[in-house]
C-alpha cells in the first residue's frame, strides 16, 4: 500500500471513528488506537500520539457549540485542569518507560470500563444538595439553563473529584485518551454536579488535558505528520457529522438504537428527560 | 474582542472562548489539509512506515525546528504547524481565562489559571521532559 492510499484509508476508518466515537459517547480517541494498531499495524507510539491530536480536534470543535449555551462552569473546569494536566504529564512521561504491550493491556482495560459505563450510565442522583464549605471558598457553586429556567446547583467533595481529575489526566497522558468518561463520573457521581453541566464541562477540560501531554509527544517525536493528517481531519469530519445526526435523531421519539444514559455525546435517550431534551452534542467527549 | 471592563461577565467569557476555539481549530484543519495535499502530492508514491517506531526527526520536535522547516516548504513541517495551531487553541483559551479573571479581579483564579498555563507551556516547549 503506497502513502496515498493508505492516507485515504486511514481517513475513512477516522472518519467511521469519528463518527462512532460521537454517536456512541464513546469519542474518537478510544476507538482510533485500536484502528490504527490493530488494523492498520501502526506502532502503538505513533497511534497514541495521533489519537491524542484528534482528540484536541474534537473536544475543541464540540466546545465551540456549547460553551455559549452556559451549561459549562469555567471555575469547576479550571480549578481541575491543574488536577489532569499534572495528571496527564505524569502519564505521559510515564509512556516513555512503560513497555508498548503493557500500554495495550491497560488501554484494553480502560476501554472495556468506557464501554460499560456507557451502557449503563451513572445512577441519577439529586443535585440540590447543601452547600459545601470548600467548594463555597472556591466560588464553585453555579447555576444552568434547564428546560423550566436557570436552577441552582451547590458542588460537594472538591478534593475527590480533584483526586479522580488527577488519575483520569493520567490515563489521558499514558494512552492518548480524552478519558472523558471518568471526567464525568467525578464531577457527575462525586462532586454532584448536574449530569448536562458534567458533560459540557469534561469536554471542555479534555482539550486543555490532551494539550498537556501532546507537548511532551511532541518533544520525543511522537507526532508523525502523516499520519496524524489524516486522523485528525478524518476524526474531526466524522465526529461533526454525527453530532448532525444526534441533532437530527433528538426530535421526538427517535433514538438511534443507542441505550443508556451515556455521558457521551448528549447520550441517545435524553429525551426522556426534560431538562436534558436540548443537551448539544458532545463528540469526543470520553475518546 | 476586546472585553470592556466592567461588562466581562461569565457568559461573555463564555463566548469569547467559543470564538478562540472556533477560529483555532479552523484555522488548524486548513493548514494541516494544505500540508497534506502538499504532502501527498510530494510523497503519495512512496511506502508508509509505521510498523516500527522510530520517532520523528530532531527539526520536528521542537518549536524553531518545525518553522524551520516548514517554512523551507517541507509538506510534513506545514502539516506539523497545523498540529501546533491545534495543541496551542487550547491554550490560548486559558491564557485568555488568566486575563479574563484578573479582569473579574479573581486572584485565586488568576492563580488557578496560571498554574494551567505554566504545565501547558512548559510540557510545550520542553522544559519538562
Redesign the interface.
Known amino acids: 500500500?503506497?502513502?496515498?492510499e493508505?492516507?485515504l484509508v486511514v481517513w475513512l476508518g477516522s472518519l467511521l471513528a469519528g463518527l462512532l466515537g460521537s454517536l456512541t459517547g464513546l469519542g474518537g480517541g478510544v476507538v482510533i488506537v485500536p484502528l490504527?494498531t490493530l488494523g492498520?499495524?501502526?506502532?502503538i507510539?505513533?497511534a497514541i500520539g495521533a489519537s491524542l491530536?484528534s482528540v484536541?480536534?474534537t473536544?475543541?470543535?464540540a466546545?465551540?457549540?456549547y460553551?455559549?449555551e452556559?451549561f459549562?462552569n469555567?471555575?469547576v473546569g479550571?480549578?481541575l485542569?491543574?488536577a489532569t494536566?499534572?495528571g496527564a504529564?505524569g502519564g505521559?512521561?510515564l509512556a516513555a518507560h512503560v513497555a508498548?504491550r503493557l500500554i495495550a493491556v491497560i488501554f484494553g482495560l480502560v476501554l472495556l470500563a468506557s464501554v460499560y459505563s456507557s451502557v449503563k450510565g451513572p445512577p441519577q442522583h439529586d443535585t440540590d444538595g447543601p452547600p459545601d464549605q470548600l467548594a463555597q471558598r472556591?466560588?464553585l457553586d453555579s447555576r444552568y439553563p434547564a428546560r423550566d429556567g436557570v436552577r441552582q446547583y451547590h458542588v460537594r467533595r472538591v478534593p475527590l473529584g480533584f483526586g479522580l481529575m488527577g488519575l483520569a489526566g493520567l490515563l489521558s497522558g499514558l494512552l492518548g485518551i480524552g478519558s472523558g468518561a471518568l471526567k464525568v463520573l467525578a464531577m457527575d457521581q462525586a462532586m454532584r454536579l448536574p449530569f448536562k453541566v458534567s458533560t459540557t464541562t469534561s469536554n471542555f477540560m479534555i482539550?486543555?488535558t490532551?494539550?498537556?501531554?501532546?507537548?511532551?509527544y511532541?518533544?520525543?517525536?511522537?507526532?508523525?505528520?502523516?499520519?496524524?493528517?489524516?486522523t485528525?481531519?478524518g476524526v474531526?469530519a466524522g465526529s461533526l457529522t454525527g453530532a448532525r445526526l444526534l441533532a437530527k435523531a433528538r426530535a421526538p421519539g427517535a433514538a438511534l438504537g443507542i441505550r443508556g444514559r451515556h455521558p457521551g455525546p448528549g447520550g441517545g435517550d435524553d429525551s426522556q428527560r426534560p431538562e436534558r431534551e436540548d443537551l448539544t452534542w458532545l463528540p469526543g467527549s470520553l475518546g | 474582542m476586546a472585553p470592556r471592563k466592567p461588562g466581562l461577565t461569565?457568559?461573555r467569557?463564555?463566548?469569547i472562548?467559543?470564538g478562540i476555539?472556533?477560529v483555532?481549530?479552523g484555522l488548524?484543519?486548513l493548514v494541516?489539509?494544505a500540508?497534506?495535499v502538499y504532502?501527498?502530492a510530494k510523497?503519495?508514491?512512496?511506502?508508509?512506515q509505521?510498523?516500527?517506531?522510530r520517532?520523528?526527526?530532531?527539526q520536528?520536535?521542537?518549536l524553531p525546528g518545525i518553522l524551520g522547516f516548514a517554512f523551507s516548504s517541507h509538506?510534513?513541517?506545514i502539516?506539523?504547524i497545523?498540529?501546533?495551531l491545534?495543541?496551542?487553541?487550547?491554550?490560548a483559551?486559558?491564557a485568555f481565562?488568566v486575563a479574563a479573571f484578573a479582569l473579574q479581579r479573581?486572584r485565586?483564579?488568576v492563580i488557578?489559571?496560571l498554574?494551567?498555563l505554566s504545565?501547558?507551556v512548559?510540557?510545550?516547549?520542553?522544559g519538562?521532559?
Open positions: 500500500m503506497l502513502i496515498w493508505f492516507t490504527l492498520f499495524g501502526v506502532d507510539r505513533y491530536v484536541i480536534a473536544s475543541s470543535g466546545a465551540v457549540a460553551v455559549r452556559g459549562s469555567i471555575r479550571m480549578l485542569e491543574t494536566t499534572l504529564t505521559a512521561l508498548p472556591l466560588r482539550g486543555v490532551a494539550a498537556a501531554s501532546a507537548g511532551i511532541l518533544n520525543r517525536g511522537y507526532l508523525d505528520p502523516g499520519l496524524c493528517m489524516p485528525t481531519l474531526l | 461569565d457568559e467569557m463564555d463566548q472562548i467559543s476555539l472556533r483555532g481549530v488548524a484543519a494541516v489539509f500540508g497534506g504532502y501527498l510523497h503519495g508514491g512512496q511506502l508508509p509505521y510498523r516500527t517506531f520517532g520523528q526527526p530532531p520536528l520536535r521542537t509538506s510534513r513541517g502539516i506539523e497545523g498540529l501546533l491545534l495543541i496551542a487553541t487550547p491554550i483559551r486559558v481565562s479573581d485565586t483564579y488557578i489559571t498554574i494551567v504545565v501547558l512548559c510540557n510545550l516547549v520542553g519538562c521532559r
